[in-house]
């Protein structure tokens, strides 16, 4: 279990450091998206091998990575401003 919480942690910090390096402009500061995508995979990690019950790595490795991709998703902000028009316009 030691095994799956570790590799699961590093799992969900490279991709949060993926995401932090390949979208800056979209994120907030990387003080919040790399311990987010950590807490992602970790509680990703827990939910699989909760619901699966069995030790294969493999699967909950993808269960923390989905999470993690998940959470992280949450933080993106939208690329351009918003324009709003007028109802008369």
């Known amino acids: 279990m030691l095994l799956e919480a570790l590799?699961?942690?590093i799992l969900g910090l490279?991709?949060?450091w993926a995401v932090a390096h390949r979208l800056p402009?979209?994120?907030p500061t990387r003080s919040l998206v790399l311990p987010t995508g950590v807490a992602?995979?970790?509680f990703g990690a827990f939910i699989t091998h909760t619901a699966l019950d069995f030790g294969n790595l493999f699967l909950i490795l993808i269960g923390a990575a989905t999470v993690s991709a998940a959470s992280?998703?949450?933080l993106v902000?939208?690329?351009g401003r918003l324009r709003r028009?007028?109802?008369t316009a």
């Open 72 to 74: 992280l998703s949450l």
């Open 7 to 9: 590799s699961s942690a």
């Open 85 to 87: 028009h007028s109802a």
């Open 77 to 79: 902000r939208p690329a």
């Open 25 to 27: 402009h979209r994120l």
């Open 40 to 42: 992602g995979a970790l």
């Open 14 to 16: 490279a991709l949060a």
